[in-house]
């Protein structure tokens, strides 16, 4: 079927339309890492932990779903997927040790980059799962 996501034969000219969803979310995702921690909300240790990771899978679900359709309009999906989801992942944890280094009062955080990385994995999963394109 012509148009379909998991035709390999499709070629089409990338339309940056397509990437104005991924890269709102991205920058979206910058400015919140780099609110700084006195302007967070503070409450018990054990809240903030599974709250903060819990939003670092969503956002980065988002993101990577995002990416994916983008790719999957572009009719690239099979050629960048890995490169994409590579690119995340280390967006992700550029982040984490951009906030470590240059944002007052927050640190780089294993359980974050590993929250993010789940979150790379759902958003891939829920593309996947939407448009069936199991590739």
């Not at 379909?4 to 104005?20: A, F, K, P, V």
């Not at 490169?83 to 280094?101: H, K, R």
Request: hydrophobic content about 50%; charged content about 15%; overall charge neutral.
């Amino acid at each position: 079927m012509r148009g379909d996501l998991n035709d390999s034969g499709i070629s089409r000219d990338y339309q940056w339309r397509h990437s104005i969803v991924p890269a709102s979310c991205a920058l979206l995702i910058f400015g919140l890492h780099a609110i700084p921690g006195e302007d967070l909300p503070s409450s018990t240790m054990l809240d903030m932990l599974n709250a903060d990771k819990l939003i670092h899978l969503v956002m980065f679900g988002v993101l990577s779903a995002s990416v994916f359709v983008a790719l999957g309009k572009s009719g690239s999906i099979r050629k960048y997927k890995w490169i994409a989801g590579g690119g995340l992942l280390m967006y992700g944890i550029g982040l984490e040790f951009a906030q470590d280094i240059w944002f007052a009062g927050r640190f780089a955080s294993i359980g974050d980059m590993l929250a993010d990385g789940l979150g790379i994995l759902a958003g891939r999963l829920a593309f996947r799962g939407v448009y069936g394109c199991w590739n």
